[in-house]
C-alpha cells in the first residue's frame, strides 16, 4: 500500500505537513514531501508516496480561485478542488491543522487562481500556485521596452504588458518596486507616475518636470501592504500630466511577498 497510517499517538507527534504543492505543468500539480513526508488528515498521519500526489485542472474553469485539500479516499491520500474556504481546526486531535469549512476530513495544502483557459501557471509574472506549507513567499518580476505614450490629465494605466499577477494568502505582506523612464514633449511640464494595484491608485506618486521636451528620466516609485484575503492582486504602473504628452519606455516591476 503507497500510503500507511501510522498510530494515533504518532499522528499526534508528527508535523502537520512535511509536504509542499509545487506547479508541474500548466494542467497539473504535484504535492511533494518537503523534510519528511508526513500529513495530518482528520487527526490522523498519512505517509506520502517518494514520488509525490498529483492533480489535474480536469473540471476547473477560467479565472477560478480553488483552494486544494487533501482527502482520503479508499485509503489512499487524494486531492481535490473546492471553492470553500478554509478555517483552523480545534477539535481534539486535530488542533491547528488547516481544514476545510465545516469539513475536517480535508486539509487544506494550496490554492491556486487558473488563467482563462482554465489551466495552472507559475511564472514570474504570474504567481498563480501556492503551498499552504512550505511557501515563505514568493518573488515577482516584469519589463517591458515597449514605448506607450498619453495625453491624459487623469490616471491612466500606462502598459498592461508589465502587469504582474500575484496570488498571496491572507496576511501575507507584499513589497513591490516600480521604475519607467518617462519624458514630457513639453518643456516644464509635470509628468506623475504611481503604483496601479488592483486597477487603482496604491501608495504615493513620484513627478518629472520636464527640463527640456523630450528629455528621459527614470523614476523609481515603491509599493507594500498585506493581502486581506486569499486573492490575486494586480501589480502594474499609471501616469498623467500637467500638460503635453508623457511618453514611457524601459517599465519594470519586481518585489516578493512574505509569510509570516
Not at 229 to 243: C, E, I, N, P
Amino acid at each position: 500500500m503507497a500510503f500507511s497510517v501510522l498510530a494515533a499517538a504518532q499522528a499526534r507527534a508528527v508535523p502537520t505537513g512535511q509536504c509542499k504543492l509545487v506547479y508541474t505543468s500548466a494542467t497539473q500539480l504535484t504535492l511533494k514531501p518537503f523534510q519528511g513526508a508526513a500529513l495530518k488528515i482528520n487527526g490522523a498521519a498519512y505517509t506520502l508516496p517518494s514520488g509525490g500526489i498529483s492533480v489535474t485542472n480536469a473540471g476547473l474553469g477560467p479565472n477560478v480561485l480553488a483552494y486544494v485539500y487533501a482527502y482520503i479516499n479508499a485509503g489512499a491520500v487524494t486531492l481535490g478542488f473546492w471553492t470553500t474556504g478554509h478555517t483552523t481546526d480545534t477539535a481534539a486531535g486535530n488542533v491547528g491543522v488547516e481544514i476545510m469549512n465545516g469539513d475536517p476530513t480535508k486539509s487544506l495544502v494550496g490554492m491556486v487562481q487558473t488563467n482563462a483557459s482554465g489551466q495552472f501557471v507559475d511564472s514570474n509574472t504570474n504567481r498563480q500556485v501556492r503551498s499552504w506549507f512550505n511557501d515563505s513567499g514568493v518573488q515577482f518580476f516584469n519589463a517591458t521596452s515597449t514605448t506607450v505614450s498619453t495625453s491624459n490629465t487623469f490616471w491612466t494605466e500606462l502598459d498592461a504588458g508589465v502587469r504582474i499577477f500575484v496570488l498571496g494568502w491572507a496576511g501575507e505582506q507584499f513589497a513591490a518596486t516600480f521604475a519607467v523612464s518617462v519624458s514630457n514633449n513639453t518643456l516644464g511640464a509635470t509628468t506623475y507616475i504611481v503604483p496601479w494595484v488592483d486597477g487603482g491608485l496604491f501608495g504615493l506618486y513620484t513627478f518629472m518636470h520636464a527640463p527640456a521636451a523630450g528629455y528621459y528620466e527614470t523614476v523609481t516609485p515603491n509599493a507594500g501592504s498585506v493581502f486581506g484575503s486569499d486573492s490575486v492582486r494586480t501589480l502594474a504602473l499609471a501616469g498623467q500630466v500637467g500638460a503635453g504628452t508623457l511618453t514611457t519606455t524601459n517599465k519594470h516591476i519586481s518585489g516578493f511577498t512574505l509569510r509570516r
